[in-house]
């Protein structure tokens, strides 16, 4: 993770009458996520899918009823493979890893689970539907999923359930509005990690599960949580690596009326190949395709705060890591990563 922001001046690129020009304008790199003053509606044409969302979490990802300060309350790191519904724990062997936070109140025996994930999962987040129109919707929000009890056979024997710190009942109380403001400020699920080079410049962070287990970790922390020390845990990040990126602007100034065609038909051309409501093999054919595309042109379009970035590839353009994250010291605590490549 990047430790200092600067900020670099990007290029806007205009294709006017066939005359290409840029406009400078004043980047902070990494890109800030950006959050809202409240959680909006979501797109009705946004479905769940195969598995709906938190179908058997609390009320709108309600914290759970305030603790006693002096309850003693257990935090436990939780891991198991990513769409483990659909494909076991295949996943598990690429270290593709989801991650989600336990409780346990050892007074009064109540359990919960935390997760963060997409409401219309993954794929939908990553890239947007292309409708009949030619026109481009997207389905990226993410969410806390709350649910009473923690599943212990599943975690440890398909993952890991271990766990890493204890906290009162006061610090846990504290902990629930944190959650409640991070959830309802921060929408968007955010699946790149995009990186000058391996270990590089970082432009754009990802927002997914794997961060919201570390900024409730590190919140946990500035609490007073006391942590293992001594337990050692990983989070995936899928990277993708290009030179400096050049902004391009919002939906309405690329696709509306006085926007640019030439640009918005390229963009929505590199989008046709990531549509997943296709027959399998053209699925895999359109993949291909984009694969070939982002190798040999050197070029994704990145959609970041609603917004979107041309990405000049570098090698070796998309990465899995799987990153080791020291556990936060109480107080004052920055998490630090350690790459570990898949």
């Excluded at 038909?265 to 027959?279: E, G, M, N, V, W």
Aim: hydrophobic letters at 40%; glycine letters at 6%; proline letters at 6%.
């Amino acid at each position: 993770m990047a430790t200092q922001g600067s900020r670099r001046h990007v290029y806007l690129l205009l294709l006017v009458s066939g005359v290409l020009v840029s406009l400078s304008i004043s980047i902070e790199w990494p890109v800030p996520y950006q959050r809202f003053p409240s959680r909006p509606r979501a797109n009705p044409y946004c479905k769940a899918g195969v598995i709906p969302f938190c179908p058997t979490g609390l009320p709108s990802g309600k914290v759970p009823i305030p603790h006693l300060d002096t309850d003693v309350i257990e935090v436990f790191a939780m891991k198991a493979p990513v769409w483990e519904f659909k494909f076991g724990d295949l996943l598990a062997k690429f270290n593709i890893i989801h991650d989600a936070i336990g409780f346990r109140n050892t007074q009064t025996g109540l359990n919960y689970t935390m997760e963060w994930y997409e409401l219309f999962q993954l794929f939908n987040c990553t890239f947007p539907h292309l409708l009949a129109n030619d026109s481009l919707t997207w389905c990226n929000q993410g969410a806390l999923c709350i649910y009473e009890g923690i599943d212990d056979k599943h975690w440890a024997e398909n993952g890991t359930l271990v766990k890493v710190a204890e906290m009162t009942g006061k610090q846990f109380n504290e902990f629930g509005k944190w959650l409640e403001t991070d959830n309802n400020t921060g929408i968007y699920y955010e699946t790149w990690t995009v990186e000058e080079k391996p270990g590089g410049k970082l432009w754009f962070d990802s927002y997914d599960c794997a961060s919201f287990v570390l900024r409730a970790f590190d919140k946990l922390g500035d609490l007073g949580a006391k942590f293992n020390s001594s337990v050692h845990l990983n989070y995936t990040r899928i990277h993708l690596y290009a030179d400096e990126p050049v902004y391009l602007g919002n939906a309405t100034v690329i696709f509306g009326p006085a926007g640019n065609k030439t640009l918005a038909a390229d963009i929505i051309d590199f989008y046709r190949k990531f549509q997943s409501h296709q027959t399998f093999p053209n699925l895999i054919k359109s993949l291909v395709e984009a694969a070939m595309e982002i190798w040999t042109d050197r070029k994704f379009y990145l959609f970041y705060n609603f917004e979107y970035w041309f990405l000049p590839m570098r090698y070796p353009y998309v990465k899995l890591t799987y990153y080791e994250s020291q556990l936060p010291k109480t107080k004052d605590t920055t998490l630090r990563y350690k790459n570990k490549s898949n």
